[in-house]
């Protein structure tokens, strides 16, 4: 019977010591982790920045979390974030991770900064744990006006010197890409400056005729192909006439093929010719519009006499050789 | 005797009265012979006349000097936006007494119409008259009248003062075979006018020429001589505002937004024989064609925005196509 007594006695005693046990084991671990938040000022002016550090501390072998902090928290907003930084290794039995926020605030009052939250895992338990920091307030005061002093007016936007350094980062793109461009274009220029000339070894005189000459030479061409002989009347007054106005063409620059016979007289009315020949230019030009245009037959001499006309025209106003000069073109390259 | 010789003597009888007007209208119109030339020019060859001037420089009086001198009907209407079609044509008045409607004939009927600003009228009655123009006949109610013969329309328009004008259509200044720019006189003329008016004595214009004497004349000019080159040549100008490039002419392309139509061709040979014909010639030469080229061309190219930007004018536009064109 005491025998029975004492195995009873024995496993409740077991029983609230290993709950005694779980406990501490339980609250060893936990104590091992801190979070903290903590501020540099709980008190600043409207629109001043402050920094809130958030410190956890806990063991490296558990699977730990970082809150994330929200854009803003009840009216203060979160300026910057610094990253998660970590003091220690997984070498290490305690942990220490630092982040810092710069927080400000747009209007006054008392603003509470609420707990961080941070989840973790033990060590081989599936179990969720969290642990948060604990809560802050943040004073945000106004600036004092004093109504007794005058108004004054607004300020001017600050000065902000414009820095050798935002210039480079805002234009280096550019500056590499010009620098490029000069040298591909120089690199061109090299190219082609260093090139040989090829010299053409013969060159090919081209001589411009005397506008006499050719002349000359069609009016023996219509000569010879005896058109008014042969009852081509309108053609060879035609023949005559086109020679002539492009012996004008060529010899005074004057656009004869473009003009009707009053202007082309008129043009001469300046005194370049002499009277004999404008006489005969006249002569000639009259006679071969009546023929042109008005179906008019001229008599036999009268061919001959336009002829003649035409011969004497040009040996008149013939230019001297002295005045034609050779134009000298190089031969085209290959 | 050749048929031209034939018909320059035709000509010397049949344009004696061309002198007679010229003297008659020289009476009242001191200088503006390009102006007047180009009216008997229209009245021969049956081409209707617009001229533009700035005002002031008697446009009006050398129209009614020449329907003065001529024996013939003439109205004058003075183009104003109120103006309606029946104004110009004509209208049916009721007769209570007969029970019937009758025509009222409008200033239309009659030889020389003078066309006051026609840029001052409605669209709606300038296609009226320029319908009657082309048709030379007029519909009232159910009944269609033709108009007398000669019926020319003489119009004139004010370049300047373009606000509460309607400026006529393209399609519809083609119908105006002629248009005469006038431009200031030179100052012996001037001084002459200045004369004339001060001392208030207007010398009276007496007519000289019967319509049956311009219809006889209208006949002998549509028989003066063109030969296939002057053809040609009128063929190639007018070719060339339609397709400068193919007549090297390529600085033009950027330029025409559309050249002169077969209309254009046809006035240009018709007034290039009718210029013959007053100068005394049977037959026509190149320099009819260049004489005449302006005035039955300007109307008829259409320019670009970049001509227009550039100010070049259709003038300018006609001088490089006669330079470019080679003369028979």
């Known amino acids: ?334 | 005797m050749t048929d031209i010789q034939e018909l320059n003597e035709r000509i010397q009888r049949e344009s004696s009265f061309v002198d007679l007007l010229q003297m008659e209208m020289s009476k009242v119109i001191i200088g503006q012979k390009y102006m007047t030339e180009r009216l008997i020019i229209g009245l021969l060859s049956n081409g209707h006349i617009l001229l533009e001037g700035i005002p002031g420089l008697a446009k009006t009086l050398a129209i009614k000097s020449l329907s003065s001198a001529i024996h013939a009907k003439f109205s004058r209407i003075q183009f104003t936006p109120d103006l309606l079609p029946a104004d110009l044509v004509g209208t049916m008045i009721y007769n209570q007494r007969k029970e019937e409607f009758t025509v009222r004939k409008g200033p239309l009927f009659s030889n020389l119409i003078l066309a006051d600003e026609i840029n001052r009228a409605p669209a709606k009655v300038q296609s009226a008259l320029l319908e009657a123009m082309q048709e030379r006949q007029v519909t009232i109610g159910d009944e269609t009248f033709s108009l007398p013969e000669p019926f020319l329309v003489l119009a004139t328009q004010n370049p300047i003062e373009q606000e509460g004008t309607y400026p006529l259509p393209e399609a519809q200044v083609d119908r105006f075979m002629l248009k005469v720019v006038i431009g200031y006189p030179n100052q012996e003329d001037e001084r002459m006018i200045m004369r004339q008016n001060i001392a208030n004595t207007y010398p009276t214009i007496n007519p000289v020429v019967r319509p049956e004497a311009i219809l006889k004349a209208r006949g002998v000019v549509r028989e003066v001589y063109m030969d296939e080159k002057i053809e040609k040549y009128i063929i190639d100008i007018v070719f060339a505002t339609r397709f400068p490039k193919e007549y090297k002419l390529n600085k033009l392309t950027q330029l025409i937004s559309f050249g002169g139509s077969p209309r254009a061709t046809i006035n240009l040979a018709l007034a290039a024989k009718a210029y013959a014909f007053v100068k005394r010639r049977g037959y026509v030469i190149p320099e009819d064609v260049r004489a005449i080229c302006h005035d039955v061309l300007r109307h008829r190219i259409g320019l670009t925005y970049e001509a227009e930007a550039e100010n070049i004018t259709s003038e300018e536009i006609i001088n490089e196509i006669l330079n470019a064109i080679e003369v028979p």
């Open chain 1, 1 to 334: 019977m005491n025998k029975l007594i004492d195995i009873k006695l024995l496993k409740k005693a077991l029983t609230i010591s290993s709950i005694f046990l779980f406990i501490y084991v339980n609250n060893v671990v936990s104590q091992n982790i801190q979070a903290t938040a903590k501020l540099d000022a709980t008190t600043i002016k409207i629109g001043d920045q402050v920094k809130l550090h958030l410190t956890v501390q806990r063991p490296s072998n558990i699977v730990f979390s970082w809150a994330t902090p929200p854009d803003s928290l009840n009216g203060i907003e979160i300026v910057e974030s610094s990253k998660v930084d970590t003091i220690g290794n997984k070498d290490s039995v305690v942990m220490t991770e630092v982040q810092t926020l710069t927080i400000t605030s747009f209007d006054t009052g008392y603003y509470p900064i609420p707990p961080f939250v941070f989840h973790y895992k033990k060590d081989k338990d599936t179990n969720d744990y969290t642990i948060e920091t604990q809560t802050l307030l943040l004073t945000v005061n106004g600036i004092q006006i004093d109504l007794a002093k005058d108004i004054k007016g607004i300020k001017p936007p600050l000065d902000a010197p414009f820095t050798f350094t935002e210039f480079w980062q805002s234009n280096k793109n550019y500056v590499f890409g010009g620098l490029g461009l000069i040298i591909l274009i120089a690199g061109i220029l090299i190219y082609f400056l260093r090139r040989k000339k090829v010299v053409p070894i013969f060159v090919e005189k081209i001589v411009k005729r005397p506008a006499h000459e050719i002349a000359l030479e069609s009016l023996q061409a219509v000569e010879k192909e005896k058109l008014w002989q042969n009852g081509f009347v309108k053609q060879y007054y035609s023949s005559l006439s086109d020679i002539i106005r492009t012996y004008i063409e060529n010899r005074y620059n004057v656009i004869a093929m473009e003009l009707t016979t009053d202007e082309i007289l008129f043009h001469f009315n300046r005194g370049q010719i002499n009277t004999e020949a404008k006489d005969k230019l006249t002569h000639l030009l009259k006679l071969a519009d009546l023929v042109k245009f008005a179906k008019v037959q001229p008599l036999p001499n009268e061919h001959d006499l336009c002829l003649t006309d035409a011969y004497s025209f040009v040996e008149i106003t013939r230019s001297n050789e002295e005045d034609i000069k050779p134009i000298e073109e190089p031969t085209p390259e290959n």
